[in-house]
């Protein structure tokens, strides 16, 4: 247990997580037990390298990217590896600590990897409807505090001024009042 939580912290593709994150890391690794989420916390806070990074960004930069495509993405619920090659990426930790895939895997795969990437368009298929999906959610909960306005010509109006830098407390946010000339189309005066 604690050799499967230190791999997948801070091992040769660790990306020092919290204790939460650790834990779902893990679970979703296929490792599970009682005391995950405890074991997890501790084992963070024992960490020397979480709270003080002294590495160059360079050398970081393998463990980001590992983490950027082995973890699942909300609007679709898949790995990135795994839309790309058909297949979940084998974890180091599972390697060192047998799990089922590694001792099953055959020398001789080219046959059930052939038949993965055949399969691996209608996965990324059902991830781009997954995505749609989210896509509407996300834009329906915006607009939820959208108030539309239409404005007639003659109707004096503020517009939001477009502030870079640096801005005091008391500058104007909104010049105006303008008036509404003409209409250009559907809600553009």
Not at 65 to 90: D, K
Not at 104 to 111: A, K, R, T
Not at 156 to 178: F, H, I, Q, S, Y
């Amino acid at each position: 247990m604690e050799y499967v939580l230190r791999e997948i912290h801070e091992g040769c593709c660790g990306e020092h997580l919290g204790g939460i994150a650790l834990a779902r890391k893990a679970i979703l690794a296929g490792f599970w037990w009682p005391t995950i989420s405890q074991d997890s916390s501790r084992g963070v806070q024992a960490c020397d390298g979480y709270s003080v990074r002294e590495k160059d960004w360079v050398e970081e930069l393998p463990s980001v990217l590992w983490a950027y495509r082995t973890i699942p993405r909300a609007p679709t619920r898949e790995t990135l590896f795994n839309l790309v090659y058909g297949s979940e990426a084998v974890l180091p930790v599972k390697i060192g600590q047998t799990s089922a895939r590694v001792e099953s895997y055959l020398g001789d795969n080219d046959q059930s990897r052939a038949m993965e990437l055949d399969l691996v368009e209608e996965k990324r298929e059902q991830a781009l409807i997954r995505m749609e999906a989210y896509r509407g959610r996300v834009m329906k909960s915006y607009n939820k505090r959208v108030r539309i306005r239409d404005f007639q010509i003659g109707d004096l109006v503020m517009k939001k001024v477009n502030t870079a830098g640096n801005v005091g407390k008391l500058e104007a946010r909104w010049e105006g009042p303008l008036k509404i000339t003409r209409k250009v189309s559907s809600r553009a005066y």
